[in-house]
Nanobody, 124 residues
Framework: QVQLVESGGGLVQAGGSLRLSCAAS????????MAWFRQAPGMERNIVAA????????YYTDSVKGRFTISRDNAESTVYLQMNSLKPEDTAVYYC?????????????????WGQGTQVTVSS
């Protein structure tokens, strides 16, 4: 089992920045792929970014390319999402997720472990 705890969400004006963190505990010795998903009210939960175990492979959904950066510190069992140039349409609950498969996957049902989510609100 892996437990994931997100932090760093909040209210920010359009154009601002936030940095989300996801701290993992439990069976962190497995080479998990980590990802950030987001879910707006009434919408499906969709992937934002993913990173493989080594950190050398990443994925970004088109709407955040050039604005968001995913990274990880395996020594600290923590994954980050740096969000710059935020837009009102980025408003959502952001979830951290872990997939023990090792390769980058973008389907939500391939991720076994989830955090509780952190709210990000971007005002116009």
């Amino acid at each position: 089992q892996v437990q994931l705890v997100e932090s760093g969400g909040g209210l920010v004006q359009a154009g601002g920045s936030l940095r989300l963190s996801c701290a993992a505990s439990g069976r962190t010795g497995i080479r998990y792929t980590m990802a950030w998903f987001r879910q707006a009210p009434g919408m499906e939960r969709n992937i934002v970014a993913a990173i493989d175990w080594s950190g050398g492979g990443t994925y970004y959904t088109d709407s955040v390319k050039g604005r968001f950066t995913i990274s990880r510190d395996n020594a600290e069992s923590t994954v980050y999402l740096q969000m710059n140039s935020l837009k009102p349409e980025d408003t959502a609950v952001y979830y951290c997720a872990a997939d023990p498969g090792g390769r980058i996957t973008i389907g939500r049902y391939q991720y076994n472990y989830w955090g509780q989510g952190t709210q990000v609100t971007v005002s116009s």
